[in-house]
T-cell receptor, first 113, second 115 residues
Framework: GAGVSQSPSNKVTEKGKDVELRCDPISGHTALYWYRQSLGQGLEFLIYFQGNSAPDKSGLPSDRFSAERTGGSVSTLTIQRTQQEDSAVYLC???????????FGPGTRLTVL | AQSVTQLDSQVPVFEEAPVELRCNYSSSVSVYLFWYVQYPNQGLQLLLKYLSGSTLVKGINGFEAEFNKSQTSFHLRKPSVHISDTAEYFCAVSDPMDSSYKLIFGSGTRLLVRP
């Protein structure tokens, strides 16, 4: 079956602009995660959604970052007023339920000029 | 908070030689442990995981890992590597007491297999 998909695969933006990154999880997966992979910080957790529960936002680095998950499926990560340090690969993962194997998408490479 | 240490940033090895990639985690009452592989320009793929039970875990592509609670280690091994094993390998831990089961990753080890 289809895996986790993310779009766009690459995004180049100018400092100060807002960006939206999209994640389509595996159908039927109730848990969805966003991670960020950067040279300076490695792989780090950003946010977690489980069904209709309140998300775990403990990994978001600043209030410029937000995410939502509509209808328990597609998720959008929004970064407002992008900064150069936001340049990274943003990875999305989903699992059938919290605690089961997380399946990762190919990521979105964000470059902030 | 949990943390993961991968001491080797890069491991060069000749094809068909054995390899061990080291992973240590901060102590906790219980942990779930994972190894993921990332090929160039791709996402992460699960190699194997330890949740409970037998301390020797076998995964895909001939990899295995051993959970050692006393040494808080979860080293990854393969008896004979192939060129195609060249990739970045990440060790990760999650806390069963954390309802999100979010993954905490190590810094990664780049395995470079030479002919």
């Amino acid at each position: 079956g289809a895996g986790v998909s993310q779009s766009p695969s690459n995004k180049v933006t100018e400092k100060g602009k807002d960006v939206e990154l999209r994640c389509d999880p595996i159908s039927g997966h109730t848990a969805l995660y966003w991670y960020r992979q950067s040279l300076g910080q490695g792989l780090e957790f950003l946010i977690y959604f489980q069904g209709n529960s309140a998300p775990d936002k403990s990994g978001l680095p600043s209030d410029r970052f937000s995410a939502e998950r509509t209808g328990g499926s597609v998720s959008t990560l929004t970064i407002q007023r992008t900064q150069q340090e936001d340049s990274a690969v943003y990875l999305c993962a989903s699992s059938s339920l919290a605690g089961s194997t997380q399946y990762f998408g190919p990521g979105t490479r964000l470059t902030v000029l | 908070a949990q943390s993961v240490t991968q001491l080797d940033s890069q491991v060069p090895v000749f094809e068909e030689a054995p390899v061990e990639l080291r992973c240590n985690y901060s102590s906790s009452v219980s942990v779930y442990l994972f190894w993921y592989v990332q090929y160039p320009n791709q996402g992460l793929q699960l190699l194997l995981k330890y949740l409970s039970g037998s301390t020797l875990v076998k995964g895909i592509n001939g990899f295995e890992a051993e959970f050692n609670k006393s040494q808080t280690s979860f080293h990854l091994r393969k008896p004979s590597v192939h060129i195609s094993d060249t990739a970045e390998y990440f060790c990760a831990v999650s806390d069963p007491m954390d309802s999100s089961y979010k993954l905490i990753f190590g810094s990664g080890t780049r395995l470079l297999v030479r002919p």
